[in-house]
């Protein structure tokens, strides 16, 4: 189920999958991405909670795997009031996808060292998606976050490495 209100906000989602490397499309054939719908309002689930950091299910961008939605389809869902400029919504984007291609890996959990504060105060599901956000930035520029592949080697050059090896297959 797509469910995409603008043409801008497909043509965002397009142009975060479309920077992606080749080996990372086929995790996300079965992801659907809805924007700017809350989880309840399609019927996809209906959990009103708060994360965290106080943050709602029903109005922030997350993942919500598979065996959380009424349709068993893993779904991201993006919300405008969560996306600021375009550099920014990529890498968001790029991190709910982090998320899907966690679940496509049977939440392999990797001892890898969380390196900012939102890493360490969630956990791991976190650290893989961040992580994946930083290899997406092998050169000087930064992710949203002021993070890249330098800045991980830092402190683990385990993640980069993994999504070396997992992802760039055949490109």
């Given at each position: 189920?797509?469910?995409?209100?603008?043409?801008?906000?497909?043509?965002?989602?397009?142009?975060?999958?479309s920077?992606l490397?080749i080996?990372?499309?086929?995790?996300?054939?079965t992801?659907?991405?809805v924007?700017?719908?809350?989880p309840?309002y399609i019927?996809?689930?209906?959990?009103?909670s708060?994360?965290?950091y106080?943050?709602s299910?029903f109005d922030?961008?997350?993942?919500?795997?598979?065996?959380h939605?009424?349709?068993?389809?893993?779904?991201i869902?993006?919300?405008s009031?969560?996306i600021?400029?375009?550099?920014?919504?990529?890498n968001?984007?790029w991190?709910?996808?982090a998320?899907a291609?966690?679940?496509?890996?049977?939440?392999?959990?990797?001892d890898?060292?969380?390196?900012?504060?939102?890493?360490?105060?969630?956990?791991f599901v976190e650290t893989?998606?961040?992580?994946f956000?930083?290899?997406?930035h092998?050169?000087?520029?930064?992710?949203?976050?002021k993070?890249n592949?330098?800045?991980?080697?830092?402190?683990?050059?385990?993640?980069?490495?993994?999504?070396?090896k997992?992802?760039?297959?055949?490109?």
């Amino acid at each position: 189920m797509q469910r995409i209100k603008y043409n801008y906000q497909f043509n965002l989602i397009r142009d975060a999958i479309s920077l992606l490397p080749i080996g990372i499309k086929p995790y996300l054939e079965t992801v659907d991405f809805v924007f700017d719908y809350t989880p309840g309002y399609i019927g996809s689930h209906f959990d009103n909670s708060k994360d965290e950091y106080g943050r709602s299910y029903f109005d922030n961008c997350h993942c919500c795997f598979e065996h959380h939605t009424s349709d068993t389809r893993t779904t991201i869902f993006l919300f405008s009031k969560g996306i600021n400029g375009y550099k920014i919504a990529v890498n968001i984007i790029w991190h709910e996808i982090a998320h899907a291609i966690w679940e496509r890996l049977n939440f392999c959990y990797l001892d890898w060292i969380p390196i900012s504060k939102y890493e360490k105060d969630i956990g791991f599901v976190e650290t893989f998606a961040c992580s994946f956000v930083r290899w997406l930035h092998p050169d000087k520029n930064t992710d949203g976050w002021k993070g890249n592949q330098e800045l991980q080697r830092e402190y683990d050059k385990r993640p980069i490495e993994f999504f070396d090896k997992l992802l760039m297959k055949g490109n």
